[in-house]
């Protein structure tokens, strides 16, 4: 598990699967970069975005499948 992952376990509480999925839309979607410049108060925020993000996206791929 990277240092990243378990950054994200601690704020969130989510799962190490999950973890691993919020850190790819923390680099890929929040910061558009790397994990290594962000202060320790903008990667809280930004896994607590990602997170909500991530549960977004699944409700929305859920209801995609309903219709």
């Known amino acids: ?7 994200i376990i601690s ?4 799962s190490p699967a ?3 999925e919020i850190e790819e ?15 320790r108060e903008e990667l809280d ?3 607590l975005l990602a997170q ?7 409700r929305s791929q859920e209801s995609g499948r309903g219709a």
């Open 1 to 7: 598990m990277s240092a990243p992952e378990e950054l």
């Open 11 to 14: 704020i969130t509480g989510c």
């Open 18 to 20: 999950e973890a691993s």
């Open 25 to 39: 839309i923390m680099r890929d979607v929040i910061f558009h970069s790397t994990l290594d410049w962000q202060t």
């Open 45 to 47: 925020r930004a896994a």
């Open 52 to 58: 909500a993000v991530l549960q977004e996206m699944r």
